[in-house]
C-alpha cells in the first residue's frame, strides 16, 4: 500500500542537550515563561525575575532563544546565529538583538552544559534499557485513538522531549514538540492516558 493510501506517524523521542540548556539559563536566570512549564530537577533555581523592563527583555530574548532550540526549523533567524561562548555547541544565538542574554548566559556555560550532558545521558542509559517499550507505547494509545473514532489515524509528526522536570505531566512547548517528565515516561500504567489527549489532537 502505498504512502499515499495509508497515512503514517512518526514520533521521535529525545532528551536534547539544546533544550536541556535553555531550561538551565531559564531557571537561572529566574525567568518565569511559559509560566506553566515546571522546574528541573537538580538545577538551581533564581527566585522570580522583577517585572522591570530589564527582566522583561530578557524574558523576551530568552522566549525567542526557546523558540529555536525547541524548535529550529519553524523559527528561523532573520540574522546569523552564533555559538555562545562556553556551551560548545549547545546554544546559539543570532548575532544581533541578544546582547542581554548573551552576557548573562556566560557564567552558567559550564554548569550548564555539565547539567545538560548528565540529564541526556541518563535518558539515554534508561531509553536504552526499554528500546522496545518506546515504540510499543505510541504504538498502542494510537491503536486506541483509531478504535475510539472508528477510523485510522491522520499522519502526523510529534517530538517528545523526555525532561527531569519538577511535576508530572505533558505540555506542549512548540507546534510539534511536547515535554513528558521522564518520571511519568516512564510509568507504563499513567503515560498511556497521559499521551492519549496529545494523539487524539494530532491524528
Given at each position: 500500500m502505498s504512502g499515499a493510501e495509508?497515512?503514517?506517524?512518526?514520533?521521535r523521542e529525545d532528551a536534547s542537550t539544546t533544550v536541556l540548556v535553555a531550561l538551565f539559563v531559564r531557571q537561572a536566570l529566574?525567568?518565569?515563561?511559559?509560566?506553566?512549564?515546571p522546574h528541573l530537577r537538580g538545577a538551581p533555581a533564581a527566585p522570580p525575575?522583577?517585572?522591570?523592563?530589564?527582566?522583561?527583555l530578557l524574558q523576551r530574548q530568552w522566549l525567542a532563544y526557546w523558540a529555536m532550540a525547541v524548535?529550529?526549523?519553524?523559527?528561523?533567524?532573520?540574522?546569523?546565529?552564533?555559538?555562545?561562548?562556553?556551551?560548545?555547541?549547545?546554544?546559539?544565538?543570532p548575532v544581533d538583538g541578544f546582547d542581554e542574554l548573551r552576557a548573562a548566559m556566560a557564567p552558567l556555560a559550564a554548569d550548564?552544559?555539565?547539567?545538560?550532558?548528565?540529564?541526556?545521558?541518563?535518558?539515554?542509559?534508561?531509553?536504552?534499557a526499554g528500546s522496545a517499550?518506546?515504540?510499543r507505547a505510541y504504538a498502542s494509545a494510537i491503536a486506541e485513538h483509531e478504535r475510539r473514532v472508528g477510523r485510522r489515524a491522520h499522519s502526523f509528526e510529534l517530538n517528545v522531549q523526555v525532561l527531569p522536570l519538577t511535576q508530572r505531566g505533558v505540555w506542549w512547548i512548540g507546534s510539534l514538540t511536547i515535554a513528558v517528565t521522564d518520571g511519568l515516561r516512564?510509568?507504563?500504567?499513567?503515560?498511556?492516558?497521559?499521551?492519549?489527549?496529545?494523539?487524539?489532537?494530532?491524528a
Open positions: 495509508r497515512p503514517e506517524w512518526v514520533v529566574g525567568i518565569r515563561a511559559p509560566e506553566e512549564l525575575a522583577g517585572d522591570d523592563d530589564d527582566a522583561r524548535e529550529p526549523q519553524a523559527h528561523p533567524s532573520p540574522v546569523p546565529l552564533d555559538l555562545v561562548g562556553g556551551y560548545e555547541t549547545l546554544a546559539v544565538l550548564a552544559v555539565a547539567f545538560a550532558r548528565w540529564a541526556s545521558d541518563r535518558y539515554t542509559m534508561q531509553a536504552r517499550s518506546s515504540y516512564g510509568d507504563v500504567a499513567a503515560f498511556d492516558p497521559a499521551i492519549q489527549p496529545i494523539i487524539a489532537e494530532l
